[in-house]
């Protein structure tokens, strides 16, 4: 049975630095794709950013580039989302996404990011 259990949400002032991670489990965590995508207030949910190719290449939206890194330790089946510098803006809840090698996609039950004064 597939799951990933996000943490490390809160709440934040902006300028502030929070890390997300996701525990996954019940795949072959090293061969998945492994993304971060959030969902704002009354938005749709967006892509924020992936790492695949067992963490060699990454990939981001372009209004977290430079603020956000994401990372991942195959060891522990876990992927991590490092995010600095927060805006008002980054308010969402955050989701952690698998993308198996046989097409598969997995979500998590997500975790909230609240960026306020």
């Known amino acids: 049975q597939v799951e990933l259990v996000e943490s490390g949400g809160g709440l934040v002032q902006p300028g502030g630095s929070l890390n997300l991670s996701c525990a996954a489990s019940g795949f072959t965590f090293s061969s998945a794709a492994m993304s971060w995508y959030r969902q704002p207030p009354g938005q749709e949910r967006e892509f924020v950013a992936s790492s695949f190719r067992a963490g060699t290449e990454t990939n981001y939206a372009d209004s977290v580039k430079g603020r956000f890194t994401i990372s991942r330790d195959n060891a522990k089946s876990t992927v991590y989302l490092q995010m600095k510098s927060l805006k008002p803006m980054d308010t969402a809840v955050y989701y952690c996404?698998?993308?198996?090698?046989?097409?598969?996609?997995?979500w998590g039950q997500g975790t909230p990011v609240l960026v306020v004064p």
């Open positions: 996404n698998a993308q198996t090698t046989q097409g598969f996609y997995f």
